[in-house]
């Protein structure tokens, strides 16, 4: 499936645009003078395609309590799928990627402790296949945003 020139601007308004009200898809399919049907059948399209991946809110962490952390892992070859999949099971684990240096598997993770943070990153250390781990613990937030403007 290739994104048209409309899934373009609904996506835009989708991540950077969407209002705080009580139907937000009206307000949008008003916005792109389309209607709330047409709206709502694109984003389910776009989903299925794997465009979207979820529609949800993006909290102000720290203000709710809580505080994040960037991990690098060096991780064995031959366990990288393995120690990815169970790294995703924690529920506080936001992103996990593969990447090419030394360290293969870069992580973030929001908990509402230190406590916490500890211990999921004592249990990751003791999975088969972990060499070890950076805590790249976060001070201080300079810029907490992503937008695909797609044209």
């Not at 030394?102 to 500890?118: M, N, P, Q, S």
Request: glycine letters at 6%.
């Amino acid at each position: 499936m290739e994104l048209t020139a409309f899934d373009k601007q609904l996506l835009n308004v989708l991540q950077c645009g969407v209002q705080f009200v009580p139907k937000p898809y009206e307000a949008m399919a008003q916005q792109l003078g389309v209607s709330e049907d047409r709206v709502i059948s694109r984003l389910q399209e776009l989903k299925k395609s794997g465009f979207i991946r979820k529609v949800g809110a993006f909290f102000n962490s720290d203000k709710l309590g809580y505080s994040g952390t960037l991990v690098a892992a060096k991780i064995e070859p031959e366990q990288v799928a393995a120690v990815a999949a169970r790294i995703n099971e924690y529920p506080e684990i936001t992103h996990n990627y593969q990447r090419t240096c030394g360290y293969v598997l870069w992580f973030t993770a929001i908990t509402h402790c230190d406590e916490r943070r500890k211990q999921i990153l004592a249990e990751i250390r003791q999975l088969p296949g972990v060499i070890s781990l950076l805590d790249l613990y976060s001070q201080k937030k300079y810029k907490i945003d992503v937008q695909f403007k797609l044209k």
